[in-house]
C-alpha cells in the first residue's frame, strides 16, 4: 500500500508529464485549475492516468469532486 | 459438380497517389468568434486550430470529390477508365440515396466503375483503404479510388460554443492499386456502439420533416478525448505491431485530425522518436472528418516535409463510435 507522500510524488510525475508543471509545485494544498493551470482536457489525462497508475476506478461524477492536489491523493489512498 | 472460378488479384497493394481540395472560404478564430462566445486563445489552447476552411461559393462535397479525385487519378499516371472501384466516405451526403459515389464516378469519366459510399465518420479513410486494400488483392478491383469528403460546416450548429470552432469541409482521395511489394499494412479496426451517443445527429430526418427545424451535429467532447487519448493511442500502437514495425521505423505519423490535444496524449503514449513527422493540418484546415488524414498527408507531401517512399501510420477515430487504422507506404 502506499503512502500519501508516494502517492503525491507520483501524481506529480503525471502531472509534470501531462501539463508540464514542475513537480515541486504539486503540493497537497494546490488546486488543479487555479493554482496549477491544469484545464479540462489535462485533467482528462491526469484521472486516466491516476487509473493506470494506482489502480483505481475513478467514475465522472466522482473526478469533478477532486478540485487539489489533496483531494485526488485522498481518494485514490481510499480506493486503493 | 461444376467448379466456380474465383477471382485472382494481387499478392500486395499500395498507394499510387493522394490528393486534396482545401475549400476557398477562410474562417479565422476572429470570424468564430463572431458566433460563439469564445477566444482565438481558448480556441488555440484547447485544439491548436487557428483556422478552418468551409465550402465557399459553387463548393460542395461533390465539387471537392471531382476536384481530389481527378488529380489523385493523375498523378498515379492513370485515366478514369484504369479505375474500377471508387469508394467515398463520407457524412455529408445528404440524402440516403443515391450515394455521392457513383456521381462521382460518372463525372470522373470512369467505365461505370463500381461506386459505394461507406458511413464511418472519422474512421472513414481508414475504413476506405482497408476495403480498397482487400478489392485489390482479392481481385474484385485493380485500381481503386477511395475519397474522404466532408461539408461539416452545413451541420455545424453555430450556437453550441463546445463544437462550432471544431468542425469544417474538405476532402482528399487516393488511388489503391497492384504492386510488386506490400504498401498497406494490416488494418486494426473496431467499434463501441455503446458510445453511440457520444457523437450525432441531433434529430432524424422524420424529425427534421416534423419539427421543420435542422438537424445538427452535436459531440460530447470529454468522452471521446478521454476514448482517443486511451482506446485509440493503443489502437495506434497495435497497428504499427502488426505492420510488424517499431516506433523507430516510422517516418510520419499522421492520426485524424481532431485536436492536437489527441495528437499529443497519443505521442506520449506511443513513444515516438522526435524523428517521426507528425501531422498538425488541424491548425489550418480544422476538423474535416473522413478527409482529414489525405488532406494531412497531402499537405505534408506538398510540402516536403514528408517524402515519397516514408512509412506513415494513419488512424482514424469518430463517431460510431469506430476507429481503423494501418501503416502505408507514402506514394
Ligand atoms: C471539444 C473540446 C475541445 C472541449 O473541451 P472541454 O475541455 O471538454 O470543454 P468543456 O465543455 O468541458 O468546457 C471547459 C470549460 O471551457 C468553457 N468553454 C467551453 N467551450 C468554450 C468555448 N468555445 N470558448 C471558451 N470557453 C469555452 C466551458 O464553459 C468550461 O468552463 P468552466 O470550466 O469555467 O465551466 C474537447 O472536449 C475535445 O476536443 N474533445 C475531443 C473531441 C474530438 O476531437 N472529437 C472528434 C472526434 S471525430
Given at each position: 500500500?502506499a503512502t500519501?507522500?508516494?502517492?503525491?510524488t507520483?501524481l506529480?510525475?503525471?502531472?509534470?508529464d501531462v501539463?508540464g508543471?514542475?513537480?515541486?509545485?504539486?503540493?497537497?494544498d494546490?488546486?488543479?485549475t487555479e493554482?496549477?493551470?491544469?484545464?479540462?482536457?489535462a485533467?482528462?489525462e491526469i484521472?486516466?492516468?491516476?487509473?493506470?497508475?494506482?489502480g483505481v476506478?475513478?467514475?465522472?461524477e466522482?473526478?469533478?469532486?477532486?478540485?487539489?492536489?489533496?483531494?485526488?491523493?485522498a481518494y485514490i489512498?481510499?480506493?486503493q | 459438380m461444376t467448379?466456380?472460378?474465383?477471382?485472382?488479384?494481387s499478392?500486395y497493394?499500395?498507394i499510387l497517389?493522394?490528393?486534396?481540395?482545401?475549400?476557398s472560404?477562410?474562417?479565422?478564430?476572429?470570424?468564430?468568434?463572431t458566433y460563439?462566445d469564445?477566444?482565438?486563445?481558448w480556441?488555440?489552447?484547447r485544439?491548436?486550430i487557428?483556422?478552418r476552411?468551409?465550402v465557399g461559393?459553387?463548393?460542395?462535397?461533390?465539387?471537392l470529390?471531382?476536384?481530389?479525385g481527378?488529380?489523385?487519378?493523375?498523378r498515379a499516371g492513370l485515366?478514369?477508365?484504369d479505375?474500377?472501384?471508387?469508394?467515398?466516405?463520407?457524412i455529408s451526403?445528404f440524402v440516403?440515396?443515391p450515394?455521392?459515389?457513383?456521381?462521382?464516378?460518372?463525372?470522373?469519366g470512369?467505365?461505370g466503375?463500381?461506386?459505394?459510399?461507406?458511413?464511418?465518420?472519422?474512421?472513414?479513410f481508414s475504413?476506405g483503404?482497408?476495403?480498397?486494400?482487400?478489392l485489390v488483392r482479392s481481385g474484385?478491383?485493380?485500381?481503386?479510388?477511395?475519397?474522404g469528403?466532408?461539408?461539416l460546416?452545413?451541420?455545424t450548429?453555430?450556437?453550441?460554443r463546445?463544437?462550432?470552432?471544431?468542425?469544417?469541409?474538405g476532402?482528399g482521395?487516393?488511388v489503391?492499386?497492384?504492386s510488386?511489394?506490400?504498401?498497406?499494412g494490416?488494418v486494426v479496426?473496431g467499434s463501441d456502439?455503446?458510445q453511440a451517443?457520444?457523437?450525432f445527429m441531433?434529430?432524424?430526418l422524420?424529425e427534421?420533416?416534423?419539427?421543420?427545424?435542422?438537424s445538427?451535429l452535436?459531440?460530447?467532447?470529454?468522452?471521446v478525448?478521454?476514448w482517443?487519448?486511451?482506446?485509440?493511442?493503443?489502437?495506434?500502437?497495435?497497428a504499427?505491431a502488426?505492420?510488424?514495425?517499431t516506433?523507430?521505423?516510422?517516418?510520419v505519423?499522421?492520426p485524424?485530425?481532431?485536436?492536437?490535444r489527441?495528437?499529443?496524449?497519443m505521442?506520449?503514449?506511443?513513444?515516438?522518436?522526435?524523428?517521426?513527422?507528425?501531422?498538425?493540418?488541424?491548425?489550418?484546415?480544422g476538423?474535416?472528418?473522413?478527409?482529414?488524414i489525405p488532406?494531412?498527408l497531402d499537405a505534408?507531401?506538398q510540402?516536403g516535409?514528408?517524402s515519397?517512399?516514408?512509412?506513415?501510420?494513419i488512424?482514424g477515430?469518430g463517431?460510431?463510435?469506430v476507429?481503423?487504422?494501418?501503416v502505408?507506404?507514402?506514394?
Open positions: 500500500m500519501t507522500e508516494e502517492i503525491r507520483q506529480a510525475e503525471l502531472v509534470n501539463a508543471v514542475p513537480v515541486e509545485d504539486v503540493q497537497l494546490k488546486s488543479f493554482d496549477l493551470d491544469v484545464d479540462s482536457l485533467m482528462v484521472i486516466v492516468g491516476c487509473e493506470e497508475k494506482f476506478s475513478i467514475p465522472d466522482d473526478s469533478k469532486q477532486l478540485k487539489t492536489v489533496g483531494d485526488a491523493v489512498e481510499s480506493h | 467448379s466456380i472460378q474465383a477471382s485472382q488479384g499478392p497493394a499500395r497517389s493522394i490528393a486534396s481540395a482545401v475549400p472560404r477562410v474562417v479565422d478564430n476572429a470570424e468564430m468568434c460563439i469564445s477566444s482565438d486563445e480556441i488555440q489552447q485544439t491548436g487557428v483556422e476552411r468551409w461559393e459553387g463548393e460542395d462535397a461533390e465539387s470529390s471531382l476536384d481530389c481527378g488529380r489523385a487519378i493523375e485515366t478514369p477508365e479505375i474500377d472501384a471508387v469508394i467515398v466516405s463520407t451526403q440516403q440515396t450515394g455521392l459515389a457513383p456521381i462521382v464516378a460518372a463525372k470522373l470512369t467505365a466503375a463500381a461506386a459505394f459510399d461507406i458511413s464511418a465518420a472519422c474512421a472513414g475504413y483503404l482497408a476495403q480498397a486494400e482487400a474484385a478491383a485493380h485500381h481503386v479510388l477511395v475519397i469528403v466532408e461539408t460546416s452545413k451541420v450548429d453555430l450556437e453550441d463546445s463544437t462550432a470552432f471544431l468542425f469544417a469541409d476532402a482521395a487516393a489503391v492499386g497492384p510488386d511489394t506490400n504498401g498497406i494490416p479496426w456502439g455503446n451517443d457520444a457523437i441531433t434529430q432524424s422524420q427534421v420533416a416534423a419539427t421543420g427545424t435542422p445538427w452535436h459531440m460530447h467532447g470529454q468522452p478525448f478521454r482517443a487519448t486511451t482506446a485509440i493511442a493503443d489502437a495506434a500502437r497495435r504499427l502488426a505492420a510488424g514495425l516506433p523507430d521505423q516510422l517516418d505519423f499522421a485524424h485530425q481532431a485536436n492536437n489527441i495528437t499529443d496524449a505521442l506520449r503514449h506511443l513513444k515516438l522518436p522526435d524523428t517521426v513527422k507528425v501531422a498538425r493540418t488541424v491548425k489550418y484546415y476538423n474535416n472528418s473522413a478527409a482529414s488532406m494531412a505534408m507531401l510540402s516535409e514528408a515519397s517512399g516514408d512509412t506513415a501510420l488512424i477515430f463517431a460510431g463510435l476507429y481503423a487504422g494501418q502505408i507506404r507514402l506514394p
